[in-house]
C-alpha cells in the first residue's frame, strides 16, 4: 500500500472557476495571461499557454465586468508544469496577501464562487 504524504492534502477547498486573469511581476514589466481553472482561499490553478516564472512575487488581477479589478492579491507560482501531450501549461498559484484588505478579498471572491455553485446545483 502506497503511503500518504500529508503535505499532498490541500488546507481549503476548491472550487471550479473559470476566468481569465493576468499575472504580473512586482514592477510590471512581465505580464502573463491565463485561466483560472478552480480557486481556493489558499491559491488558485492556472492554465496558460506560456510557463510562468516559479517562487517569484506575483501579482494576480482579475478584471470585473466594468472594467475594475475583481480581484487583486499577491502570490506565488509554486509550480509550473506542462501536462505531457498538452502545449498548455498548469501552475499552481498561493496566495501570499499582503494586507488585510487583500485577504477580505480574496474570501469574498471564494465566496462568491462557491455561491454561484451553489446556486446552479439548486436549480
Known amino acids: 500500500m502506497a503511503q500518504i504524504n500529508p503535505s499532498d492534502f490541500r488546507l481549503y477547498a476548491r472550487f471550479e472557476c473559470l476566468e481569465e486573469a493576468l499575472l504580473q511581476s512586482e514592477e510590471g514589466d512581465h505580464k502573463f495571461q491565463g485561466t483560472l481553472l478552480d480557486?481556493?482561499?489558499?491559491g488558485v490553478q492556472i492554465e496558460s499557454s506560456q510557463p510562468l516564472p516559479t517562487?517569484?512575487?506575483?501579482?494576480?488581477?482579475?478584471?470585473?465586468?466594468?472594467?475594475?479589478?475583481?480581484?487583486?492579491?499577491?502570490?506565488?507560482?509554486?509550480?509550473?508544469?506542462?501536462?505531457?501531450?498538452?502545449?498548455?501549461?498548469?501552475?499552481?498559484?498561493?496566495?501570499?496577501?499582503?494586507?488585510?484588505?487583500?485577504?477580505?478579498?480574496?474570501?469574498?471572491?471564494v465566496h462568491d464562487v462557491f455561491q454561484r455553485q451553489w446556486e446552479i446545483l439548486g436549480s
Open 39 to 42: 480557486i481556493g482561499l489558499g
Open 55 to 109: 517562487d517569484t512575487k506575483l501579482l494576480l488581477v482579475l478584471e470585473g465586468k466594468e472594467g475594475g479589478p475583481l480581484l487583486r492579491v499577491h502570490g506565488r507560482a509554486k509550480y509550473c508544469n506542462a501536462p505531457q501531450g498538452s502545449s498548455a501549461f498548469m501552475t499552481g498559484f498561493k496566495f501570499v496577501p499582503e494586507s488585510h484588505q487583500e485577504r477580505v478579498a480574496i474570501a469574498e471572491f
